[in-house]
C-alpha cells in the first residue's frame, strides 16, 4: 500500500510540475505577444511593462532578450542627459550579451551588442569606444557569418567603416600609443557593405542616409545629395529614422 502511495503522489507531483510549467509558458507567451505590440508602435516603456514580468517566467529566452535590449535603446535615444543615457545603453547591453550567449548561433543575438555598443559609444570615454569598436566587429562577423543577408548586420558595418575611415592619421596615432592600434579601413569598404543593405533591404530609410553620408566623406556631393533626399523621403519606420533624417537634412544644408 505504502508503494502504491509513493507512485500515486509522484505521478500527481508530475503531473503538477508539468501543469505548472505549461502555465508558466502560457503566461510568458502572453506577456511577450502583448509587449510586442508595443514594440511595434515604438512604445518602449509599455513594452518593457510586459517584457520585464515575461523574463520572470521564461530567463533563457534569447529572443525576449533581445527586444529588451532593442526597448533599453529606445529609452535611451529619448534620455536627454548623457548619465542616463549610459545607464540605459548599459542595460541594454547586458540584455543584448545575454541573448547571444543564449542563442550563439541566432544572427539577430549576435548582433544584438554590436546595436548597443553602436549607441553607447558616442558618450563612452575614449578607451571604451576603442573596446567598443572591437565589439562591434566581431558582434558584425559573427552575424554575418551565421545569416549573410543580414541587412542591419551590413548597414553596421558600413557605418563601422565610415566611422574608422573618418579618423585623422594624428588621432589614430594617439589612439594606437594610448589603447593600442586601430583597425585600418576606407570609405569605399563602407560604401561596399551600405550597397549589400539596401540590395537586401531596400525600404529602409537609414541604409540611404548612411550610405549619403559616406559620399559626403568622398567628396561624391552628387551621390550625396541623391541617397540624402532619398532617405528623408521615405516615411519614418523606426526609432532611428527620424534623428537619422536629421542628420540628412543638415549635411544637405551644408552641400548646398
Known amino acids: 500500500m505504502n508503494t502504491l502511495r509513493f507512485v500515486r503522489i509522484g505521478l500527481l507531483a508530475g503531473v503538477l510540475f508539468l501543469f505548472i510549467g505549461m502555465m508558466r509558458a502560457e503566461t510568458a507567451a502572453a506577456l511577450l505577444a502583448k509587449g510586442d505590440v508595443f514594440d511595434k508602435q515604438l512604445k518602449a516603456a509599455e513594452a518593457l511593462e510586459s517584457y520585464l514580468p515575461a523574463e ?3 530567463p533563457k529566452n534569447a529572443q525576449l532578450m533581445v527586444r529588451i535590449a532593442r ?6 535615444s529619448d ?3 548623457k548619465n542616463e543615457k549610459l545607464r540605459l545603453g548599459r542595460l541594454s547591453l547586458d540584455y543584448a550579451q545575454r541573448a547571444a550567449t543564449l542563442a550563439p548561433n541566432d544572427s539577430e543575438a549576435q548582433l544584438s551588442p554590436a546595436i548597443s555598443y553602436g549607441k553607447m559609444a558616442p558618450f563612452l570615454p575614449s578607451k571604451e569606444q576603442a573596446n567598443a569598436s572591437s565589439q562591434i566587429k566581431q558582434s558584425v562577423d559573427r552575424a554575418l557569418q551565421l545569416d549573410p543577408r ?3 548586420a551590413w548597414y553596421i558595418l558600413g557605418r563601422w567603416n565610415r566611422v574608422l575611415a573618418d579618423i585623422n592619421p594624428l588621432k589614430r596615432l594617439l589612439a594606437g600609443v594610448l589603447y593600442g592600434s586601430l583597425p585600418v579601413t576606407t570609405y569605399d569598404a563602407a560604401e561596399k557593405c551600405v550597397l549589400k543593405a539596401i540590395a537586401i533591404n531596400p525600404n529602409r530609410p537609414i541604409h540611404y542616409i548612411e550610405l549619403g553620408r559616406i559620399y559626403v566623406a568622398m567628396g561624391r556631393k552628387d551621390d550625396a545629395r541623391k541617397f540624402l533626399l532619398k532617405g528623408t523621403s521615405m516615411p519614418n519606420r523606426e526609432k532611428d529614422d527620424p534623428e537619422m533624417k536629421e542628420i540628412a537634412r543638415d549635411l544637405l544644408k551644408k552641400l548646398g
Open 79 to 81: 534620455a536627454s542627459d
Open 150 to 152: 543580414n541587412d542591419t
Open 56 to 58: 520572470k517566467f521564461d
Open 71 to 76: 526597448q533599453y535603446r529606445h529609452l535611451m
